[in-house]
């Protein structure tokens, strides 16, 4: 099992006509946790939902996709909201409008008190607006002796462009976490002077993560274990609608791979993944993103859709 941890969100998509908007389910915890459990992989979301239309309408987008709500908390203020904006190749940029709304407001009261034999993934915004953020951290850093945990750097600059101050909660975070995901484009925004790969190395060298995988886009995946050389896969070839969630399907495909393997347990376990696991899990994951950017949105792909891809059905 996958807890997840995190935002959900709506974002506001453009429509065909000026002036026009479509709202979609979106959060990068919430399209993970989607991700997971179409998947295969049970992943019930720790989150704050409001109770305002936006609201109710996240909570029947992630029971209708299987995801458990269970540790969900209702939360009394309104719901996030994200303005999805696109380049001529696809690529998404937000606008956040997230003052005083639910996804942040964490208390230590709200956060389960056991999360032993599952692993747990947080990351995107939770990670970086306080006061939950902060929060978050010094609960799973609690738990980590016997928890997975599992850390997407997401980079929004537009929510914290102090890039130093950026840097210091990743490295934060990366005290915490056992495994890091991040994109290229997250790399070089923090740090600019070095190759991506590389600033993931060095992430991983320093805080002793036991995998880093770094997403490269249209040039596939990159995948890191201690002292072993790069592991790569490349992205299928798709036709590409948007890069909407993109990355969050790639985490979970990542976390469910090494789930349906055994490998998330607990840190012991994860200490057993080799170079030729990992190379499948990159290259499973890899094929999942790439099936994400063929659908407007958040919507990632079920196992058996990933599968099919793989073998060129």
């Known amino acids: 099992m996958v807890i997840v941890c995190g935002e959900a969100l709506v974002d506001m998509i453009p429509g065909e006509r000026p002036g026009d908007w479509r709202a979609l389910p979106g959060g990068g915890a919430a399209n993970a946790a989607v991700a997971l459990n179409r998947l295969g992989t049970a992943a019930p979301l720790l989150c704050r939902l409001s109770g305002d239309h936006f609201g109710r309408m ?68 939770a990670a970086v607006l306080d006061p ?7 609960w799973l850093q609690a738990r980590r002796a016997e928890t997975v945990v599992s850390y997407d750097v997401n980079v929004r600059p537009s929510v914290l462009p102090d890039r130093e101050a950026y840097r210091a909660s990743a490295r934060a975070w990366c005290d915490v976490a056992h495994i890091l995901k991040a994109s290229a484009d997250d790399l070089a925004w923090l740090y600019p002077d070095r190759d991506p790969v590389q600033a993931a190395r060095a992430l991983q060298e320093e805080h002793g993560l036991a995998l880093a995988v770094v997403t490269l886009g249209a040039e596939g995946a990159v995948a890191l274990l201690p002292g072993e050389p790069p592991l ?52 499973f994951a890899a094929a999942a993103a790439a099936l994400a950017c063929t659908r407007a949105g958040a919507a990632p792909p079920t196992r058996e859709e990933v599968e099919r891809l793989r073998k060129g059905d």
């Open 232 to 283: 790569r896969a490349g992205a299928p070839a798709v036709q590409v609608v948007d890069t909407v969630g993109a990355g969050d399907a790639f985490i979970g495909a990542v976390l469910a791979d090494l789930d349906a393997k055994g490998l998330l347990a607990g840190p012991a376990a994860l200490a057993g993944l080799d170079a030729a696991t990992a190379a499948d899990t990159l290259e």
């Open 58 to 125: 996240l909570r029947a987008h992630l029971a209708g996709n299987g995801v458990d709500l269970g540790l969900a908390v209702d939360a009394a203020e309104p719901t996030t909201l994200a303005f999805v904006s696109f380049d001529d190749a696809g690529s998404a940029e937000y606008a956040f409008y997230l003052e005083g709304t639910a996804d942040w407001q964490w208390s230590p009261e709200e956060l389960p008190g056991d999360t032993a034999g599952a692993c747990v993934h947080a990351g995107t915004l």
């Open 132 to 138: 939950g953020a902060a929060v978050l951290r010094s």
